[in-house]
């Protein structure tokens, strides 16, 4: 058993650790101490914020960490999927059944209105809805990200980011079930894009990053004012009507400012283009790498600058 005794010196008082037979006095080196308190309290502001380290370096790190953090935000993300059909017998492939009667309908429809051969039109309607069903679910849900997982953030610190990447892998998942639908179509009607495919990989990759500025500086701005998100649900759905998902570009020379100036309509052709075999226009290249780098630095400096107010804002 160890006992502690109190010895009176020149300088004070001074503790000796007993332990069995042994006696010994403890020194500590006074840098030592000093050195251990001062890691100890610069850790406790980067947790806490106190202001020591800037807000752009901890929203850097935050954003870096909470992307790079794979592991946990696909299991966030799978864990989302499983509850939402939990008991189901199909599972997400409720979503899949759902999209593949709404392309047959609409297929069917506005291929005779628009005169268009269906071998054609077919496939592209098909992929115009299955794209959009991704892109506009990612923005609308990662516009909710912070209010629907309130419990989450204030119950475990983690970088806000992870709720967003947790939200766009959601919705990836969704895509990746909703494809099997466009293999048949394209089974049926014998469509091989060959290599020009390829260039689904980088449009996938920046389309993706994108949505993820967006859903967060969306995702800010909801936390904040409520009514944003009921905003930006009609302007999505607003926006698939004046967008070239189930309508071709072609049917309206005069009006380009609803395809060249609409940035859901460069995400989409970036994807739909090298599915179907065609060259990726030029300027859809550059409107989305352009919305891209602005995207990212509009979003870096509002996540700056109200990251630790989202939590209050809760």
């Not at 609308?140 to 953030?153: D, K, N, Y």
């Not at 449009?203 to 949505?211: D, Q």
């Not at 701005?221 to 998100?229: K, P």
Request: glycine share 8%; hydrophobic share 55%; with cysteine.
């Amino acid at each position: 058993m160890s006992d502690l005794k109190i010895e009176a010196t020149g300088d004070g008082a001074k503790p000796e650790a007993l332990s069995g037979a042994y006696r010994g006095e403890t020194k500590l080196d006074a840098n030592v101490m000093t050195g251990a308190a001062t890691a100890g309290a610069v850790e406790r502001e980067i947790v806490f914020d106190t202001g020591a380290v800037s807000q752009k370096s901890l929203a850097a790190r935050d954003i870096i960490d909470g992307l790079s953090n794979f592991p946990l935000w696909s299991m966030i993300g799978w864990r989302d999927i499983k509850q939402r059909y939990r008991r189901s017998t199909l599972g997400p492939f409720w979503l899949t059944l759902s999209m593949a009667f709404m392309v047959t309908g609409l297929g069917l429809v506005y291929g005779a209105l628009f005169r268009m051969e269906l071998s054609k039109y077919l496939p592209f309607l098909c992929l115009g809805l299955i794209l959009w069903e991704f892109i506009s679910k990612s923005i609308i849900e990662g516009a909710s990200s912070f209010v629907l997982l309130e419990g989450l953030i204030k119950q475990i610190r983690l970088p806000l980011t992870t709720h967003i990447a947790s939200t766009i892998w959601r919705n990836v998942i969704v895509l990746g079930h909703n494809a099997a639908i466009y293999l048949v179509v394209a089974t049926i009607f014998q469509i091989n894009p060959g290599w020009n495919a390829l260039w689904f990989i980088p449009a996938f990759f920046v389309v993706t990053l994108n949505l993820t500025w967006i859903a967060l500086l969306l995702a800010i701005l909801c936390t904040r004012f409520r009514d944003v998100s009921l905003i930006v649900q009609s302007v999505v759905q607003m926006l698939f009507f004046v967008t070239p998902i189930f309508w071709s570009p072609s049917l309206m020379p005069g009006r380009t400012i609803l395809v060249h100036g609409n940035p859901f309509y460069h995400m989409v052709e970036v994807l739909r283009a090298p599915i179907l075999g065609e060259p990726v226009p030029l300027d859809s290249w550059v409107f989305v790498s352009v919305m891209l780098v602005v995207g990212w630095i509009t979003s870096f400096y509002l996540f700056a600058k109200f990251r630790r107010r989202i939590a209050y804002w809760l």
